[in-house]
Structures are given as structure tokens and as C-alpha cells.
């Protein structure tokens, strides 16, 4: 079941005129998603991107390498994977980030299995990265002023600049803003990400970076607009409404949330506290500062949601998924009052990994051989080809990352054991950990409840019966950190730990502690099997599966994320999902239920059946069918491909058209908007239709009463589709009316042919939507007036 989009409530009218009633919060059921003309992709959306504007890319985290941790999890490992991609491509990108001295924990399992957290200081001269910007940088807030080194990195061709606070010449408060990431409470939170986002557009200029957009990957990097909105206000001269549609214009933001607790909300005490000066830098109060954060209608006292002022702010906007577009569709819907699900103006692109960095050596080699150098370009080569790769070569091609993977096992748990006391006289069995002629089932992640890493464990008598098949076994390797503050992630890790130390089990059942970036590399090219258990649709993409299948793994997953769309018949195995159960505990039984029975039924005969030949031909068809199609979808190539061409091309168009004459197009823009907020609500429609000479068709006139508005500044719109049993219009189309004639007082005509698309009941909508002088996304808060739609009879 998909998260659906929009649905209209038709009222049936016999004849005649019916007139609209303003609208500014158009509440309705959603039903499904759709996609509309008013959506369709911008202009070069077909072919290779044209050059590409340079971009910064701000990220509160990047996971370039194990020797730097300055990662939690997929958001920082996306980031250090984007731009070791751009650099591969030759792309102008640049990172920003903070350096953390303490980076992210290490992790450490005590003999009960409870999770402890352990710090590393980290010096960024020792690890490689140059000083630059001089004495660095400097950020006021709420009157404490914080300086900040900057630290930069080469990734390839791209640098990252890291900002750092415990290095410079700071206050005893100011210094530990950048100590380790994720750490403090909410202040210390905010704190970090005004250094981020304010601190990392005045790094950028003293580096003398002069990107042409922005790019803030996720809200915790929102602050930046504020930065650029003070130089246009103060170092141009211009007015805020004018500055704030240049930076929208050249900004994009990327949500990566699923759920609205995921996202950082700060309380007003502490936004004026630490964010005041910029509110009388830029002549506004702060109550519309504040109003930014805010879905329309919150009240001012409400906490600010970086994710709404991330949208409101950007241009452009992306989910990562496609199923993670329908999900943010619908939580951020109410900042596009009267539009349908499908139609609010958030994009998706899914994410990708830099393929060279993760895929096996041999797998690497074999992709070259049978592809060519260039399979890790999108486009550029047929991953078909893959589906005639003998058996024999793809096993042969598993064989070595199996073994390193069990090796690695092997002396984790020894090194593991050794350090909580026990002797190497009751290490022995290690040494059979894991059988090398057994499926190896890998599952290494973030550890939090909505993954599910305990599935499982619902059934421990079954599991235990697969685990000790002395035929075919079931071996799981798991890994992964919980975050400091979350104890159910840590009782999940436990219960994990505890599992793996039985010792009837631990042969089979392995838990490695402290995942970093090398584990997941070796549990990437060694699994044979690739396990995803989140509760749909809380995984925005999730790419540990695309990693794994690039070396070969086979995915079994929940279908969410990135394996919703790249999931086909017999290239991996579906976990069924049960959300239309609302009690979770049932809910999480069927589906644990649903994953057992994948196992016994498809997973384990398909590898443990052997032909004549002694391979598994069945597993090794579901291999190559996986290599196949997951290949070309986790393409880092594909991903930034993707964003130059549906993100930064058209941002860079829309900049340069407000930037022309000196900002005369922001300043039209802002007056065009201006106008609009005082004159839309006395906007009147009314429409009618009559049937034609052709049949099914019909010709739908509305008319419009425009006020102080002329009809280049709005655009009248048809919506029609079937009508469901429950009085619901479900829009197939939307349609732009052509505007037939305007009359002297003021009203405005349109006119528009319906054809039907399904037979039985019919209706549509009419609409009218104010239309930008520049071509642009429906922006947030944008004002809809509709006519009650009509319905067709039969």
C-alpha cells in the first residue's frame, strides 16, 4: 500500500454558475498519489546534464573515511559518498561541515551485553587536513562571539571545509560547540548548526569559494539562508523581501525524515536568545523570523521546525526516495494549502553510493571485465550483459569476500573477548566461528527501534532451529550503534549481544561491536544475504542494501526506501509489510512471521540446493538479476546526475533570471508576491460545462472575478477524474484553461475541452492558482481560490 495524494470533494450541480469561496487551507482526505502537468520535470530533463553551477553542499556530518570519524550513520556516509562521486566526475562541489575533536563514539560492549560509549580525541593537523581562512572565522551569538578554524580536506578534487571551535581562541563556553557530534541538549544543538549554517557561508567566503547555489542536506544546515540573506540586506542594500527570493532561488534542501519526531525543533526563548542580532540585521521582527519555522496557522510561541524553514527557503526541495517523496508529500502538505498530495513540489532523488569505494575487489574486476572501466558512469554501459555471466564466475567471484568477512569475525570476537577479561583458553571456539560452506546473512546499521534489528527474535524457539540446522544453517552477522541517548536502541543492541554469547548459538550468531566504515566494507562484500527490517515507510532510503548488492549480496527487505522502486521479480526477496495493522506488537509478529517464512521457504533452499555442477543455479539467477538492476540504481553518478539535472540546472536558471538587471526580477518577484497576499482572497470563480458534438467530451467554462489582478497573474486550472463511492474526486489531470476572453468589468473567461479517461462517474474541479511572473516550483503559503466542482452524468 502507497501513501496516497489528493482527493477533491465534488458538489453536484445540475446547471449554471456556482461560485467559489476563497480558499486558504484546503483540508482533505488523501487517497493516492498522482502526478499533474503543473509538475511536470523542467526544461533538459532528457539526456546528460549541461555544466553544472558550482555547488555548496552543507551536511552536519561526512563519512569520507574510518580515519575520520566524523559520521553517526547513513546521512554522513551519503555525504562522503557525494562528494567523492562529484570528485570522480570532475563536478565543481564543495563540502561544508564542522569538525568534531571528538567525533563520533566508539563503541563498547560490556560482559552483559549493554552498549558503552567511548571518545577518541582527534587532531586535524595529525589526520591530514591543511589550515585555511586564516585565523578562521567569527559568529556573534546572543553577544558571544565565537571563532571558528577552518580546517579543509581534499576528497579526490573537492575540498570539505570543517569548522572548528575547541582548536580556536574561544571562551570556556564557546569552545565545546564543535566537541562531538549529536552530543548536549537542545542548546548546544542549536548552537552547532548556527556555527554550520551562519559560520559556513563566511568560511566559504574567506576560503574564496563564491558558489553559485547551496545546497543543505537535511534542515540541520538551514541557518545558512540567514548568513545570505544578511549580506544581501546589509552589503547590497536590497529590501528582505527581495533578498529572501535571490536566496531561495539558489538554494536546495534535502529532506531525509520520514516522521516529524526525526526533525530538529528549537524553542523561541533560545531562536531570540542566539538568533536575535539577525533579526534587527535585516530590519524584521522576530515573531516573522519565527514565522518561518512555522506551518501556516502554528502560533508565534510554537518551537521552530528546521525542516519547514528549510522548505520555505529553498527553490527547490528533494526527498531521497521515491517512496520517501509520497511520505514527505504528505507530512509537509499543510505549507501547500489547496494543492493535491501529488502536487506538492517536492522531488525525488534516490540516493546512491559511490560504487568504487564499496564493491568488492572482485566483483570490481569482474563489472570491468564484462562492462568495461566506465560501468560506474550512469548510462554508459548495459548491466543486461550481467545476465549471462556463468555461474561458475559469480561464484568464484564471492568466494574471497566470504572469506575475509569470516576471518574478520573471527578476530573481532577474539579482541572483543580479550578485552572483557576472558582468557584465551576459552577463545577457542573462534575459531569455528561462522562455517564458510553456510549462507552468511548480514544486517549492520544505526540501531533503532523502527529497524527492527530484533525481527527476529519475535520467535527465538524458530530462529534457534534454523541456526542450529546441521544441514542448512541460518548464520547472522550483525553490527551497528545506538545512539548515546537511546536506551531502547541500546536494549535492542543487548538482547542482540546477549544471543551471540550463547553458546550454543555463537557459532551461528555473531554480534561485532564498534561498526564503522571498514566493517560495514567487509560485511558488505561478504554477506550473502542482505537484511533490511525497518517498519515501512520509516526508511526515507536506506543505501546498505545497494552497497551489498553491488558485491553480490542478495537484498531481503522490507519494501522501503530505495527498495521499493528497485525491487523486481526475482532479484532479491520481499518482505511483506502489514501497515494497515495498527497495533505495532501484531503488526511486528505478522511480519516477523511473513520474513520466517521467506527464509525456510525461498531463502535457504535457494542457496543450500545444489545441481550437478555442486552450485546453487537458483541463488546464482536471483544474483545476477540483482547485479543486474540494483547495480545501475545505486550509481552515485546516477544520484548527482539526477540532482544537476531535476535540482541545480533549474535553480541556476531561476537565479539568473532574478539576478538580471541587478535584482530587478527578485524585486518584480517580491512585488508580484506582495500583491498577491493583499488582492487573492477577493479572487472569485465560478464554472460550468456543457457536452460537445464529440461524444464523451465536454467544454468546462469558468469564469473569474480578478479584483485588482490581471489574468497573466493567475492561472485557472482544470482538475477532473472519476468519482469514487464516497463522494471523493480523485484527479487524474490537471490541466491548464486557456483564457477565451476578458471583459471590461473585470472578469476573466477560460475555457477548456474535458476529455474522459474511465467510464462510469465523473467530475471535476476548477481552480485558480496565482502564477508567478518567472517560471518556479508553487511556492510555500501560495494562495488557491476553487469553484465547487461539477459532476458528470452518464
Known sequence: MRFPGGSYRPTEVE???????????????????????????????????????????????FGVSEDLPQYS?????????????????????????????????????????????????????????????????????????????VWRQWVGRVPLYLLDTMGADNSEEARPITDRL???????????????????????????????????????????????????????????????????????FTTHTPVPAGIDHFPRELMERYLGGFCADLGIPPDRLMALGHFPGEEPAAPFNMAVFGLRMSGRANAVSELHREVSQEMFRRLWPGLGGGEIPIAAVTNGVDVRSWASPEAAALLDTR????????????????????????WEMRRPGRQRLIGAVRERLRH??????????????TDRALDEGGILVGFARRVATYKRGDLLFAQPERLRKLLLDPQRPLQLVFAGKAHPQDEEGKSIIQQLALAAGDPEL????????????ALARLMYQGADVWLNTPRRPMEACGTSGQKAAVSGAINLSILDGWWDEGYQEGNGFAIPSFEDETDLARRD??????????????VLPAFYDREHDCLPQRWLEILRRSMATVTPLALGSRMLEDYVRRLYLPAATSRGLLEAGDGRGALALAGFRS?????????????????????????????????????????VQLLHGPVTEDGQLAPAAVETMLLDQTASNGHAHYRALLSPMAAGRYGFAVRALAAPPLPEPVAPDSPVVMAEPLRLRR
Open 15 to 61: 446547471s449554471g454558475w456556482e461560485a467559489a469561496r476563497p480558499v486558504t487551507l484546503w483540508a482533505v482526505r488523501i487517497v493516492e498519489t498522482f502526478e499533474v502537468q503543473a509538475a511536470a520535470p523542467p526544461a533538459g530533463d532528457s539526456g546528460r546534464p549541461g555544466a553544472m553551477p558550482k555547488v555548496a553542499y552543507f551536511s552536519p556530518e
Open 73 to 149: 550513520g547513513g546521512l554522513g556516509v551519503l555525504a562522503g559518498d557525494y562528494l567523492k562521486v562529484a570528485a570522480a566526475e570532475g563536478r565543481p562541489l564543495v563540502g561544508v561541515g564542522l569538525f568534531y575533536h571528538l567525533g563520533y563514539f566508539h563503541q563498547r560492549l560490556g560482559r552483559e551485553g549493554w552498549q558503552e560509549e567511548a571518545y577518541e580525541e582527534l587532531d586535524p593537523a595529525v589526520r591530514g587536513l591543511e589550515p585555511v581562512a586564516g585565523p578562521g572565522i567569527e559568529v556573534v551569538m546572543g553577544g558571544l562571539p565565537v571563532r571558528a578554524l
Open 182 to 252: 549529536y552530543g548536549g541538549d537542545v542548546e548546544h544543538r542549536l548552537l552547532q548548526e548556527i556555527m554550520l549554517g551562519v559560520g559556513g557561508v563566511r568560511a566559504l567566503r574567506a576560503a574564496g569559494e563564491e558558489p553559485a547555489l547551496f545546497h543543505s542536506n537535511e534542515g540541520h544546515a538551514g541557518f545558512l539562508v540567514l548568513e545570505r540573506l544578511r549580506e544581501l540586506v546589509q552589503d547590497r542594500g536590497l529590501g528582505f523581501d527581495e533578498a529572501v527570493e535571490l536566496v531561495r532561488a539558489a538554494t536546495v
Open 371 to 394: 562492462l568495461g572501466p566506465s560501468w560506474d558512469r550512469a548510462g554508459e554501459v548495459d548491466f543486461s550483459q550481467l545476465l549471462s555471466v556463468p555461474g561458475a564466475e559469480l
Open 416 to 429: 572483543s573477548l580479550r578485552r572483557q577479561g576472558v582468557p584465551d583458553s576459552e577463545l577457542e571456539w
Open 506 to 517: 555463537r557459532s551461528r550468531l555473531v554480534f561485532l561491536e564498534d561498526y564503522d566504515l
Open 589 to 602: 509478529r505478522l511480519e516477523a512471521e511473513a520474513l520466517f517464512q521467506l527464509l525456510e521457504d525461498e
Open 675 to 715: 500583491q498577491v497576499r493583499r488582492n487573492f482572497s477577493k479572487v472569485r470563480l465560478a464554472a460550468r460545462s456543457r457536452p460537445t458534438a464529440q461524444g464523451r467530451d465536454r467544454l468546462v467554462e469558468a469564469v473569474a472575478e480578478l479584483g485588482e489582478l490581471r489574468p497573466h497573474q493567475v492561472e
